[in-house]
């Protein structure tokens, strides 16, 4: 695409340059210009070798611990894959199928709410290629990219997607806390779950803060601070530049309708409770009584603690905590068996899917051209 200039004109228009417009194949290349330092790595581009085989070591490490929990249990392999019975497995496909369609329909009500419905099945697909790229990037770094790569398709721009995941991301920590205090008051057993997810809910904040805070700031070269970290230049032009247009774009979220908000609303709360259905859907006939609160209270904790943790899938992290918190709560031989379908619904299901999307969808390059931003402005 040939570059567009629009100097001076009507209204002061600002003179747009597309630097990552070429397709594969196509890239202009500039012999003297020096390779970028690692600083200014984008996600999207190649990954190195070390990096690819921490991602591997970090995943196996929760495989590795359930292959532990279970043979301490004394089980073998056929009689944890076949421990649960069909019906047991259909209430945790129902929870798992709430958990991803509320979601969805946040998404959908969000991208409306801003100027720009897509299809559901976009907003459903975005959702599920958001945990395929996450489950392999530290702190799921690369979910927000995959998800507008898939929303891009129904022709939402960068900005105007990065408004909507910016909204469900504060619609999901709004949720939270009351949730959180609910559980505080009357789950004894989910307050450090409670904990977490106002953990959750602060940082949130504080990163949608940050984000106002660089799209008004006059300065175009990255600030000392910002190389301090080891971060390069591009990195701080594309942040600049879909700061500005989240800005513009996010504007309209604040003019949502009750209708609206009372929808997103509605659907969080289904989305959040379809996630923490999963254990107590797959333990049910073998907990009763006050024990059910802390098949609630632990995922509480550890798939909202877990998605802090700085490694790719938590590095073991969530399935440690898992035997460690339940032990006591679940029966010895079926721990292992409760912990390998619980990943299985709330990780590895959602992840196969979403890179199957991403991968037969052909969204790879995409999901490239999204992490390195829309075209530079120059103010």
């Given amino acids: 695409m040939p570059n567009r200039q629009n100097a001076g004109g009507r209204g002061g228009r600002q003179e747009w340059r597309c ?46 611990v359930m292959v532990y929990v279970t043979m301490q249990a004394g089980a073998n392999l056929t009689s944890v894959v076949g421990l649960l019975p069909a019906r047991v497995h259909a209430l945790a496909l129902a929870a798992f199928a709430a958990d991803f369609l509320g979601r969805a329909v ?30 392999v990037t530290p702190s799921k770094a690369g979910a927000a990219p995959a998800k507008i790569a898939i929303l891009t398709r129904d022709r939402m721009d960068v900005g105007t997607g ?22 505080l008051l009357f789950l004894p057993a989910g307050r450090l779950g409670a904990y977490a997810a106002l953990g959750y809910a602060v940082l949130v904040a504080v990163a949608v803060v940050v984000l106002y805070w660089v799209a008004r700031l ?19 032009r594309v942040l600049r530049v879909v700061a500005r247009r989240f800005r513009h774009r996010s504007k309209a979220l604040e003019h949502l309708s009750l209708t609206t908000l009372a929808g997103i609303g509605v659907a969080t709360v289904v989305h959040i409770a379809g996630r923490l259905a999963v254990l107590p859907a797959l333990a049910v006939g073998r907990v009763h ?40 709560v679940l029966p010895r031989a079926d721990l292992g068996g409760l ?7 709330t990780f590895y299901a959602p992840a196969l899917l979403g890179g199957a999307i991403l991968i037969l969808g052909g969204v790879i390059w995409e999901t490239h051209k999204a992490t390195r931003g829309p075209p530079e402005v120059v103010e």
């Fill in 162 to 183: 990065g408004a909507v995941l910016v909204g469900e991301t504060l619609a999901e920590a709004i949720a939270l806390v009351p949730l959180a205090i609910l559980a």
């Fill in 19 to 64: 630097g990552s417009c070429t397709r594969p194949g196509r890239e202009q290349s500039d012999p003297e210009k020096p390779a970028p330092p690692d600083g200014d790595r984008l996600p999207g581009e190649r990954t190195p070798v070390t990096a690819r085989v921490a991602i591997a070591l970090s995943i196996l490490a929760g495989a590795a």
């Fill in 289 to 328: 009584g006050d024990a059910i609160a802390s098949l609630i209270g632990w995922p509480f904790l550890l798939l909202y603690g877990g998605a802090m943790v700085p490694t790719p899938a938590a590095g073991g992290a969530i399935e440690a905590g898992f035997a460690a918190a339940l032990a006591s």
């Fill in 339 to 345: 912990l390998l379908w619980w990943r299985v619904y």
């Fill in 218 to 236: 006059p300065l175009r070269d990255a600030p000392s601070w910002w190389s301090r970290l080891g971060l390069g230049e591009r990195r701080w």
């Fill in 106 to 135: 946040r998404v959908s009500l969000l991208a409306r709410g801003v100027g720009h419905p897509v299809r559901f099945s976009t907003s459903l697909w975005a959702m599920l290629a958001g945990e395929g790229a996450g489950a």
